[in-house]
């Protein structure tokens, strides 16, 4: 098994990681979960009637593997059985890599459900949104079929198309769109300054090195940018990745103190996880922008910095995935993903189907500013008098982005109210 799959990850959206412990704890010992000898002559005769009687021909291994997929889909969303390909595809994620449409998908009451497109993928550049649901694939219906053969439906080489029909809530009639499949490499960190004063740092997804490439860029926007005001983290359309990375830029921003804790059945699904001394993020005022796309990882950075008072939340309610995943070996081309606990934030909360909550609740949209570039003006008129201090207004260097440049209403906000805390600050000094 791939050295990846051995590390702390979270996350149980369609193929992406998860979170491992070590397969040597033993189960608890409990009278009331052994199989009985009739459980089992049970098994073996449904066994012996779909061999001999069922339509189709199977073979013995064919029916074992459907076994193993119906006992962990009748358990969660987040639990499933995984082939070599599979095993593939997670280790791929934990880098970044992908083939496909580029979509986090979960089964919502029997549908095949969008959680978040992913940065730079095809589905992102195509519109698709979260809490869409996908009917139809290439034109046949899904309904009624498992995860795992709606997931096959939408398998695909890069470069072949699929046609995906959707059921939007925000809109009356049904839509199509046409996506080509295609290798993805999502780049997990970018920063930029916004509105002259303002550092944006967006983490696409928590990957291997997620935290080391947030630590520089974090770290060149500090050491470039001396007069910035505050920080804009966004964790939106995030669908979470490795534990290890969502801990360590928590950390960041934290001296000291519980950043998350996992509790389960077995001993060693009981884990803490503590902020370190030293803060990189040199308490700059911190705004946190998540949505339903916002998973996992995302989910545990948020919570950690909004129980510490470290982090204004801003945005809308997060998707809710608070289970913990192990990967369990089978043999060298099969494993499992079994569900075995729940994280809580520092404050002992459990997100699970319920989200981190916003400080501040902000819905999706985008700002329409109504710039007047015609303005009348004193110094417009002909024959004006100048001004007699000879000041000619503030210059301004450096500008990059004002705040009316901003479409997003979400990150607008944001940038706003690190702008506007900072001027009330200067008033109370």
């Given at each position: 098994?791939?050295?990846?799959?051995?590390?702390?990850?979270?996350?149980?959206?369609?193929?992406?990681?998860?979170?491992?412990?070590?397969?040597?704890?033993?189960?608890?010992?409990?009278?009331?979960?052994?199989?009985?000898?009739?459980?089992?002559?049970?098994?073996?005769?449904?066994?012996?009637?779909?061999?001999?009687?069922?339509?189709?021909?199977?073979?013995?291994?064919?029916?074992?593997?459907?076994?193993?997929?119906?006992?962990?889909?009748?358990?969660?969303?987040?639990?499933?059985?995984?082939?070599?390909?599979?095993?593939?595809?997670?280790?791929?994620?934990?880098?970044?890599?992908?083939?496909?449409?580029?979509?986090?998908?979960?089964?919502?009451?029997?549908?095949?459900?969008?959680?978040?497109?992913?940065?730079?993928?095809?589905?992102?550049?195509?519109?698709?949104?979260?809490?869409?649901?996908?009917?139809?694939?290439?034109?046949?219906?899904?309904?009624?079929?498992?995860?795992?053969?709606?997931?096959?439906?939408?398998?695909g080489q890069s470069g072949e198309p699929v046609l995906l029909t959707l059921d939007r809530l925000s809109?009356?009639?049904?839509?199509?769109?046409?996506?080509?499949?295609?290798?993805?490499?999502?780049?997990?960190?970018?920063?930029?300054?916004?509105?002259?004063?303002?550092?944006?740092?967006?983490?696409?997804?928590?990957?291997?090195?997620?935290?080391?490439?947030?630590?520089?860029?974090?770290?060149?926007?500090?050491?470039?940018?001396?007069?910035?005001?505050?920080?804009?983290?966004?964790?939106?359309?995030?669908?979470?990745?490795?534990?290890?990375?969502?801990?360590?830029?928590?950390?960041?921003?934290?001296?000291?103190?519980?950043?998350?804790?996992?509790?389960?059945?077995?001993?060693?699904?009981?884990?803490?996880?503590?902020?370190?001394?030293?803060?990189?993020?040199?308490?700059?005022?911190?705004?946190?922008?998540?949505?339903?796309g916002s998973a996992s990882a995302a989910e545990i950075v948020a919570g950690a910095l909004q129980d510490?008072?470290?982090?204004?939340?801003?945005?809308?309610?997060?998707?809710?995935?608070?289970?913990?995943?192990?990967?369990?070996?089978?043999?060298?081309?099969?494993?499992?993903?079994?569900?075995?606990?729940?994280?809580?934030?520092?404050?002992?909360?459990?997100?699970?189907?319920?989200?981190?909550?916003?400080?501040?609740?902000?819905?999706?949209?985008?700002?329409?500013?109504?710039?007047?570039?015609?303005?009348?003006?004193?110094?417009?008129?002909?024959?004006?008098?100048?001004?007699?201090?000879?000041?000619?207004?503030?210059?301004?260097?450096?500008?990059?982005?004002?705040?009316?440049?901003?479409?997003?209403?979400?990150?607008?906000?944001?940038?706003?109210?690190?702008?506007?805390s900072q001027l009330l600050n200067r008033q109370t000094r």
């Amino acid at each position: 098994m791939n050295k990846y799959i051995r590390q702390f990850l979270i996350i149980g959206l369609a193929f992406n990681p998860l979170f491992g412990f070590s397969q040597e704890s033993n189960p608890p010992n409990s009278d009331e979960g052994q199989m009985s000898l009739e459980d089992l002559r049970v098994f073996v005769r449904v066994f012996e009637q779909l061999r001999q009687a069922y339509v189709e021909e199977l073979s013995d291994s064919e029916l074992f593997e459907m076994a193993i997929w119906g006992m962990l889909t009748e358990l969660d969303p987040h639990s499933e059985f995984l082939d070599l390909e599979a095993i593939h595809e997670l280790e791929d994620s934990t880098e970044g890599r992908f083939q496909g449409i580029g979509v986090e998908l979960t089964m919502e009451d029997d549908f095949l459900t969008i959680v978040t497109p992913i940065d730079g993928s095809p589905a992102e550049r195509a519109g698709i949104e979260p809490g869409d649901i996908i009917l139809q694939i290439n034109g046949e219906s899904i309904e009624g079929l498992s995860f795992r053969q709606s997931l096959r439906k939408l398998d695909g080489q890069s470069g072949e198309p699929v046609l995906l029909t959707l059921d939007r809530l925000s809109e009356r009639n049904l839509l199509e769109i046409e996506l080509v499949r295609e290798r993805i490499a999502v780049e997990s960190v970018k920063s930029r300054v916004v509105a002259e004063d303002i550092g944006y740092l967006r983490v696409a997804q928590f990957q291997q090195d997620t935290g080391a490439e947030f630590e520089d860029e974090l770290r060149e926007l500090i050491q470039n940018n001396p007069l910035l005001v505050g920080l804009v983290i966004d964790l939106r359309n995030n669908p979470g990745g490795l534990l290890h990375s969502s801990v360590e830029i928590a950390d960041m921003f934290l001296e000291s103190g519980l950043i998350v804790s996992t509790k389960g059945r077995l001993e060693s699904s009981n884990q803490e996880f503590y902020a370190t001394p030293g803060v990189l993020g040199n308490q700059l005022p911190l705004v946190i922008l998540i949505n339903r796309g916002s998973a996992s990882a995302a989910e545990i950075v948020a919570g950690a910095l909004q129980d510490h008072d470290r982090a204004i939340i801003l945005g809308d309610t997060s998707f809710g995935k608070g289970s913990v995943q192990e990967i369990l070996n089978v043999d060298e081309n099969r494993a499992i993903k079994l569900t075995i606990a729940l994280y809580y934030t520092p404050s002992g909360r459990s997100i699970q189907a319920q989200g981190i909550y916003p400080d501040i609740r902000v819905d999706r949209g985008s700002v329409d500013w109504n710039r007047d570039e015609s303005a009348l003006t004193e110094a417009s008129l002909s024959g004006h008098l100048d001004n007699a201090s000879g000041d000619e207004g503030p210059e301004l260097i450096g500008l990059r982005e004002a705040l009316s440049d901003i479409e997003d209403v979400q990150l607008a906000h944001a940038v706003s109210l690190l702008q506007g805390s900072q001027l009330l600050n200067r008033q109370t000094r």
